[in-house]
Each structure stands twice: as structure tokens, then as C-alpha cells.
């Protein structure tokens, strides 16, 4: 979609879409994570060979770290799907993604397949194959084996056995029975390896259109990985050569090049030669300074493409054609509406804009809505005029099925390792389709022209930029708890608010709060009321936790005036990806669980973010928030600890020139509590009061089966005793993993090591807890994944990490 006010693509940009329109070359470039893809081969693929290219990115890298802000987990995967799309939209390529969901590092291709459900992600690969359909298949990492992630080689797997399978239609034939069709790619490569069936391919030079380097364009695509600390990556030089090697796994072999024996021509179809003739003679003619010109050799080229039966690549280069055709024209349309959230039900007022800058006949038959029927009305019909804009305004009704806005792999709950997805449809796609999508229908030499076009809110900022959102459907409320975790000794109540925020008038509403048996709530619904849009209120309903330790999810909802609502509202914005909105289902984690602290009073120095303050508070903690500055024993006096959060060692600048003063404070008998850090990019080596490193060694040490049997070295420390006895039923429960980034050595006369654990057929270091005396207080060094286990609710974690918090008291 363009806007009317920006000007079209220009001549040269043009006719290189026109050479992209007689490529039929398709490339298919498979690995595991957001950012393990080769952006440079990828741009010269796209851009310079004006290849059909995608990445597929079996995950979203949900898992991961977040170098920017406090999201993990599946908020973290939607900004990366994001971060995917912008490198996209710099390389040139498309975006796939499988269902499987990252849970965390993995050290086995074996562990990766059985978590991840090699079935269903085999299934998604080859349904990508066969609607893609791509001659070359090329893996980022080798087959196995090899010494990287389990979810890298994973990918290999998947992507050799996909090759063998695809063209099968005993494999998967249900994906048949929906209309697909097998397919066999000619040959997949791994991006990498040598020795036999081995071809280089020069993947230097610069972009046709722009003169950019593909060097250049491949480190501004990957900058926008920017959760993952390539913000500033900095891309190559002038694009001398560069050449990538790619090693034959399977099919054909080549022997010059990856496309040896394809034909990338029109030749490929029935009658398609002709296509191919016109579009070289079209390209020969074309006029970059009168792109209009071309417009009936487009129309006569249209004709053609029509008669071709259909077939996934020729729809999508019938969709290619007519935005050439639509920029060749100089037209732009565009529908503004004066609010990006719709309520299911409510009216929206569209302003759609028609342009046309040439002075070809342009005839703008009207638009059509979604479930309208096809005929459109005459009184719609006008004639446009050169550089005269024409506007039309009409008043539709959002249908009340509409789903509320929501990434569509979110739906539903999922496995550790994979998401649900009930429309097959969607599998592969790297977002959720636009919930409202218009068709505006021109005629263009006696031929229809439909244009799509997608509903936008336009606003300015301060400094007069302009930003564009699309439609988001929104529920008329959004639910809250102050705490995604709610800490209970078992059989006591307490009282649970639900947080409700007005997005639309409410004049009679009622809450409740759904829980599982074992559990109360008392009332059961309240209702309430809400005058205008912004307003809040608060309703307090009682929880009484079983008898016994338990943990149980519990929701809350609302019914207004006949419709049932119970989402949540989550706003992720940063500047380098469009305003993304999550409407989960509002709920709570309560946990029953016997829990003794010591002290009253804990500060807290946040690093990259984590919701480990909330947990203390939880805990029944008053945590005071502290800064590099504040790291004095003057300033410290009166907390009982101090809690330093995810990789601050590696975010704050302001932290290794306060280690004195926190240390003295340390030295007069207080405690401190430094959670993981990674070992690159350490602001200091100093990591505690004796000797403590991270970087030593290559991979990095950690445990990542969350179910790894646990050690007790110390049994009586005081760590493991007080004021929570604990024992191995502690550790049962866990999440993703243990613990990542385990000193590799340590002051072994000072620090005390207090657990050991290890994944299957290792033995890692104990260093996932060290506790030193230093002078009155006590330091603790921990690598274990607290962030990730406080936020889930793991009882375990809470009662040890409170035996850390209560040291010395």
C-alpha cells in the first residue's frame, strides 16, 4: 500500500521489479533462529539475481535474551518476528516461520526434535515447499554432527528431510486434500563445508538500483536485530568480491551454479515463453523517465499471465504484475480512518483517497468491503483525473465476530515446544493477516485492476514526522492484575483486585474471577461502570488457596451488554518495529506454597530487564529501586539486601565504579545477590569482592534441561536451611532451564559452591550458586535462571531465592 501523498517508486525501481517479474529463479534459505540467517547471500540473492528468495526461521527465538527491554518469552518472539520483517523489507527476501516455539538453548538436535514435535515442524517445512516452491533449498548450519545449538542442526534435519519428502503426496496428505501441490526442489546446499560436490558462488558487488554494496545492505538488514545486540552492527565496504561456499546435501549436483539445470525462465509453464518475450522486449523499451509508457505492453503481458492455469508462483507474480502496472501509473490509493482501534461492532469512518500522476485513462470503480457482495455501485464509478487526488467517504460496520487483535500463533496455549494454530491457513505466515482488508477496483485499458488496501491511522509526532498504524480490533475494556504471580500460604485468603481500564464507555458491566477447584473466590460477579474512555476501577475479590501447596491459573472476565471479554492489554513500541498489540487472556498465576522470609527491606539495581522486583515484593518485601549512584554503604544503611538484576554488568555503565561502595556495604554486614550476566560485552572484569570469571570458557557453561538432577555439595549451609528448609522437591517444576553462563572459575578459599548440576553425559562446574563471607555480609554470585523462574511461579525457586535474600539475618 502507498500513500497518496508520497510519490511512487521511481523509474530504475521499476525496472528492476520488472526483472524480478521475469525471474522465476526460487530460493529457500532455512535455519533456526531470527538472525541465523546470511543476510549478504540473501540480498544478492533477491536483489542482485532477482531471485523469488525467503528465510525460513523455524522459530521466532521466544527463548532467547532481550538486549533491550524487559520482554521474554512469547512478547520477545513477537518482536523478533517484527525485527525478522524489517531485515526483509532491507534484504529483499520474504519471511516463513514454522510453529515451533524456542524454548531456550539446546544442546542435542535430539532434545530439540523430541520438544519441538519433529512431526509437526517436518509438516510445516514441507507445506512452506510445496506453496513456496523453491528450486534450491539452502541450510545455514551443517548436518550433524556438529558443536552448536541443538536447534541449528535441528534445522538441517528438517530441511534434508523436507527435500526428500515434499514432492511425496503420501507425506502429509491432508496439505493435498487442502489444494497443495507436492513439489520437488532440484538440489539443497549447505551454506558452508567444502571437499566434494562443493560450488562458490561470488556474492559481492552492489545493488542495481540503489549502488549500495550488498556488504552495506546486509549489515543495515541485520541491525534490526536489535533485541539481540546488533543495533550497531556495522555493514561491509564498497561490495568488492565475496563468495560463499555451499556443499550439495542432496539432488542434483551443480557445477557453476546454484541454478545449474533450472529453468528460471516463463519457458517453465505452458505457453509462458511468450510472457517471457514480451517482458524482455518490455524491459528493453522501458523508459525510466516515462515508467507510463510501458502501461499497454503491461496490459498485453496481463492477458497473458491470465490465461496461465493457476498455481501458487503465478499468483503471486499475477499480484507482482499489477503493482508494477498500479506504479507504472503513478497510482496510489489510501484509507484513513480517525482511530487505529475498533471495538467488534462498532462503526468505522473511512476516507479513502484515489491518485493517479500520469495521464493514462484511470477509471476508479469503487471498493470493496469485506462479506459485500461483488457488484459494485454505479454511483461509485469516476473518472480520475492527472494529479487531481479524489477522496470518498463511507461508514462500515466492524462485524461482531471479528477477532480481537492478537498474534495469531498467541490464539492459543502452547507446548514448551510448539504453538497451536487451528487455521492451517496461517502455519508459515510471519503475522497475523489484517483483520479488515479493502479492495479498491480500477479499470485500467478495458481491465479490472484490484488493489488492496488496509485501513490506516495517521498522526504526527513533534517533530512532524508521520506515522502510520493499522487497524487494531480492540476489546472495549482491558483486564489487569498488579502481579502475574500471587503468593499464598496454603488454606489463608487474600484479596485479588482486577485491574479494569475503560477503552469504551461501560454503562453496565460485570466482572468475575474464574478458578479451578481447590481454589475460592468470593463474590462470584460484580459489576461495574465506566463513564468514559481512560477511566479505572478496581474490584477486590477474595482467594482462598487449598490446604495443601498448589498452583492453579485463575482468569477474569467481563460480560458487556451480551458480549464475554477476558483479555488483557499489552503494548509493545519501540521505534524500529510498528506498535505491536497483545490482547492475551487476563490471568494469574496462584501459588500455594509454605514461604519464610527474614528481613524486611531489600534494594533493587535493575540491569536488563526482569520481573524479579516484583517477586520480592511478592515475597513480602519493600524494595526500594537503586541506581550506580546509590551504591554506598551511607545510602545502603537500613536494607536488609540488595538484588542486582539480568546481565547489569553487562547494561550499566554505572556499576563497576560503585563496586567499592557496595562491597563496603557488603564488608558491614550487608548481603547482595548478583544475577547472571553474559560473558561478552562486560562493563569490567570484576564480578564480586574475590575473584569470579564468566569468560573462560567456549561454549559457554550451562544447564538447559529445566529437569537436570540437582546436588546438594553443602547440605547444612545456611543457603539451603534457612529459613526454608531445602530439598530436592525444590527443584522439581523448573522452566526452560537450570541456569546459563556458570563461572568457570572462582576464588575457591572464599566462595562457597553450593549445588551441582549437569545436563546429560556433562559435568559442568558448581557455580551456579557461590556464596562468600566478606567481612559481616555475604556475596552470592548465582547463575541459575531466577528471571525466568520467579515469573512462572516455580515454588522452588522462590523459597531458595529468599534463603539468599535472608542470608546473615
Known amino acids: 500500500m502507498s500513500s497518496t501523498g508520497a510519490q511512487p517508486p521511481s523509474g530504475i525501481e521499476i525496472l528492476q521489479d520488472l526483472r524480478s517479474f521475469r525471474e522465476l529463479g526460487t530460493v529457500l534459505y532455512i535455519a533456526a533462529h531470527p538472525d541465523d540467517e546470511n543476510n549478504q547471500f540473501l540480498a544478492y540473492l533477491a536483489r542482485g539475481r532477482y531471485y523469488r528468495t525467503a528465510y525460513l526461521s523455524l522459530n521466532r527465538g521466544d527463548g532467547g535474551q532481550n538486549e533491550l527491554g524487559p520482554e521474554f518469552g512469547e512478547e520477545l518472539g513477537v518482536i523478533r518476528t517484527q525485527e525478522s520483517l524489517a531485515a526483509r523489507r532491507v534484504d529483499g527476501a520474504r519471511q516463513f516461520f514454522s510453529r515451533a516455539f524456542d524454548f531456550g538453548y539446546s544442546k542435542s538436535p535430539e532434545e530439540t526434535l523430541r520438544i519441538w514435535d519433529h512431526q509437526q515442524v517436518l509438516a510445516d517445512t514441507v507445506r512452506i515447499i510445496r506453496e513456496f516452491r523453491p528450486d534450491v533449498l539452502i541450510t545455514r548450519f551443517s548436518p550433524p554432527p556438529a558443536n552448536t545449538h541443538g536447534h541449528h542442526t535441528a534445522s538441517t534435519i528438517i530441511a534434508q528431510e523436507a527435500f526428500k519428502i515434499a514432492n511425496d503426496p503420501k507425506s502429509f496428505p491432508e496439505q493435498i486434500a487442502e489444494g497443495l501441490i507436492p513439489w520437488q526442489p532440484k538440489r539443497i546446499f549447505y551454506n558452508g563445508g567444502g571437499g566434494a560436490n562443493t560450488i562458490r558462488v561470488n556474492d559481492g558487488g552492489s545493488d542495481p538500483v540503489s549502488g549500495e554494496s550488498f556488504s552495506s545492505i546486509a549489515g543495515r538488514a541485520r541491525s534490526n536485530h536489535k533485541t539481540q545486540g546488533f543495533g550497531n552492527f556495522a555493514g561491509g565496504g564498497p561490495g568488492g568480491p565475496r563468495s560463499e561456499t555451499l556443499q550439495l546435501l542432496d539432488g542434483e549436483p551443480a557445477t557453476t551454479d546454484i541454478m545449474d539445470g533450472v529453468d528460471t525462465t516463463w519457458a517453465r509453464y505452458p505457453n509462458g515463453a511468450d510472457i517471457s518475450k514480451l517482458t524482455d522486449d518490455l524491459i528493453t523499451q522501458f523508459k525510466q523517465d516515462d515508467p507510463a509508457a510501458s502501461v499497454p505492453a503491461l496490459l498485453v503481458i496481463r492477458t497473458k499471465l491470465a490465461a496461465l492455469p493457476k498455481d501458487p508462483v503465478v499468483d503471486e507474480k499475477r499480484t507482482q504484475l499489477d503493482r508494477i502496472l498500479q506504479n507504472c501509473l503513478g497510482l496510489t490509493v489510501e484509507t484513513i480512518i480517525p482511530n487505529a482501534e475498533v471495538v467488534p461492532g462498532e462503526e468505522m469512518k473511512l476516507h479513502s483517497t484515489a491518485l ?26 469516476v473518472d480520475l483525473k492527472s494529479n487531481q487526488p479524489l477522496s470518498k467517504d463511507t461508514t462500515q460496520i466492524l462485524s461482531f465476530n471479528t477477532l480481537l487483535t492478537m498474534p495469531y500463533w498467541l490464539r492459543a496455549d502452547h507446548t514448551p515446544g510448539m504453538a ?23 479499470n485500467v485499458g478495458g481491465q479490472e485492476l484490484d488493489i488492496s488496501d488496509v485501513p490506516v491511522q495517521i498522526s504526527t509526532d513533534t517533530t512532524r514526522d508521520e506515522t502510520r498504524r493499522r487497524l487494531d480490533v480492540i476489546a472495549p475494556v482491558a483486564l489487569s492484575f498488579a502481579n502475574d504471580v500471587q503468593l499464598f500460604a496454603p488454606g489463608t485468603s487474600k484479596s485479588v483486585e482486577v485491574d479494569i481500564t475503560a477503552f469504551r464507555t461501560v454503562y453496565n458491566g460485570t466482572a468475575q474471577l474464574a478458578a479451578p477447584a481447590g481454589w475460592k473466590v468470593s463474590p462470584q460477579s460484580q459489576p461495574f461502570q465506566l463513564a468514559k474512555i481512560g477511566d479505572k476501577t478496581k474490584l477486590a475479590f477474595t482467594v482462598t488457596a487449598p490446604a495443601q501447596a498448589a498452583s492453579a491459573n485463575l482468569t477474569a472476565s467481563v460480560d458487556i451488554q451480551g458480549a464475554h471479554y477476558a483479555n488483557e492489554r499489552i503494548v509493545i513500541s519501540y521505534p524500529h518495529i510498528p506498535v505491536q498489540l497483545l ?61 542486582i538484576g539480568v546481565r547489569a554488568f553487562n547494561v550499566r555503565t554505572d556499576l563497576t565504579a560503585n563496586l567499592p561502595g557496595l562491597f563496603a556495604y557488603v564488608e558491614q554486614g550487608g548481603t547482595v545477590i548478583a544475577q547472571y550476566n553474559r560473558p561478552d560485552r562486560l562493563n569490567g572484569a570484576q564480578l564480586g569482592p574475590y575473584n569470579l570469571s564468566i569468560a573462560g570458557a567456549a561454549p559457554p557453561l550451562r544447564v538447559t534441561d529445566e529437569n537436570s538432577p540437582v546436588q546438594f555439595l553443602v547440605p547444612d549451609h545456611t543457603a539451603l536451611t534457612t529459613p526454608n528448609k531445602i530439598t530436592l522437591a525444590d527443584f522439581e517444576g523448573w522452566v526452560q532451564e537450570r541456569g546459563a553462563y556458570f563461572p568457570s572459575s572462582w576464588d575457591e578459599q572464599h566462595y562457597t559452591a553450593l549445588l551441582a548440576m549437569s545436563d546429560p553425559g556433562e559435568t559442568q562446574p558448581s557455580s551456579s550458586v557461590l556464596v562468600a563471607k566478606y567481612g559481616q555480609g555475604y556475596y552470592v554470585y548465582t547463575a541459575l535462571g531466577f528471571f525466568r523462574q520467579l515469573p512462572a511461579g516455580v515454588p522452588g525457586a522462590y523459597r531458595l531465592f529468599a534463603n539468599l535474600v535472608s542470608l546473615g539475618k
Not at 484511470?362 to 461483488?374: A, C, D, E, N, S
Open 356 to 381: 493517479v500522476r500520469s495521464a493514462i485513462p484511470v477509471i476508479w470503480l469503487g471498493t470493496r468491503y469485506p462479506g459485500m457482495v461483488q457488484q459494485l455501485p454505479e454511483a461509485d464509478v
Open 583 to 643: 490482547q492475551p487472556e487476563a490471568r494469574f498465576k496462584a501459588v500455594a506454597l509454605d514461604l519464610a522470609i527474614r528481613g524486611k527491606k531489600v534494594g533493587y539495581l535493575p540491569g536488563a530487564g526482569d520481573s524479579v522486583a516484583a517477586a520480592l515484593e511478592q515475597m513480602g518485601y519493600a524494595v526500594t529501586q537503586l541506581s550506580g549512584a546509590d551504591l554506598t554503604p551511607e545510602k545502603l544503611k537500613g536494607l536488609d539486601a540488595v538484588v
Open 420 to 442: 497451536t494454530v487451528n487455521d492451517d491457513s496461517l502455519i508459515g505466515r510471519p503475522e497475523s493477516p489484517p483483520p479488515y482488508l479493502i479492495e479498491q477496483v480500477f
